[in-house]
């Protein structure tokens, strides 16, 4: 009976501990986010901003990160999959490249308005770069679209990077005009689709049930979400 309250105990402070420094790590990757968001990615950034932001020590950081260049990456990385994972759930069982194509550009641009320190971290990263793992989710669908004869264009390159500008300067707008917001996602959206070969009146009719689709799945489907305007 002693031996198993001695492993209990010892099972228990191995927990707690782990559970601290996951969340410690986690704070820290918040700070970094919050960081890097206001400025040019690791332009500017130096550790003890970090470190302020978080309201820890240096040995703290160092206990979870060589240089902040790895916390960036680490980052980087975890920002990708959650954003994959949120698109995936909200794809589930849909496999219309219309669809998907305006669904996933509108979910970008809402995840700017509610999480603004989210948005300026992916603006001044490379995370919108056309070799980007969000690249290649694009890529994968525009290129599913045109072989059905749903998109018409003669480069899958030009394509993704309208795709990828699009998003990228979607989101710097939101981040800097507070108006309209709603409309504007709502436009370019459309535009997007027109530019890829759809006709007017149906991208029209397809950013609005991609939106209902959206305000209907999403708040079960994405931990970022929250009600907007």
Not at 2 to 19: H, I, P, Q, T, W
Not at 80 to 94: C, I, K, P, Y
Not at 182 to 205: P, Q, V
Request: net charge positive.
């Amino acid at each position: 009976m002693k031996a198993k309250l001695r492993l209990d105990a010892e099972n228990f402070r191995v927990r707690v501990a782990r559970e601290k420094r996951e969340r410690m790590y986690a704070r820290l990757l918040a700070a970094t986010m919050e960081v890097c968001s206001k400025r040019n990615g690791l332009e500017f950034a130096v550790i003890d901003d970090v470190i302020k932001a978080a309201n820890v020590s240096r040995g703290t950081f160092y206990k979870h990160f060589d240089t902040l260049g790895q916390a960036f990456a680490a980052l980087g990385s975890q920002l990708v999959d959650d954003t994959v994972r949120a698109l995936a759930a909200m794809f589930e069982g849909v496999d219309d490249p219309l669809h998907r194509t305006s669904s996933g550009l509108q979910l970008m641009l809402i995840h700017a308005i509610v999480d603004p320190i989210w948005a300026g971290f992916v603006v001044h990263t490379d995370h919108l770069k056309s070799d980007s793992i969000i690249a290649s989710e694009i890529r994968a669908n525009t290129a599913a679209g045109r072989k059905c004869g749903v998109f018409k264009f003669k480069s899958i390159e030009a394509a993704v990077d309208l795709q990828l500008g699009s998003t990228r300067e979607g989101i710097w707008q939101i981040l800097h005009v507070t108006r309209d917001r709603k409309a504007y996602i709502k436009d370019l959206a459309t535009m997007n689709l027109l530019a890829l070969g759809i006709s007017r009146a149906k991208a029209l009719r397809v950013v609005e049930r991609a939106e209902a689709d959206i305000l209907k799945r999403g708040p079960a489907c994405l931990p970022w979400w929250k009600p907007f305007e």
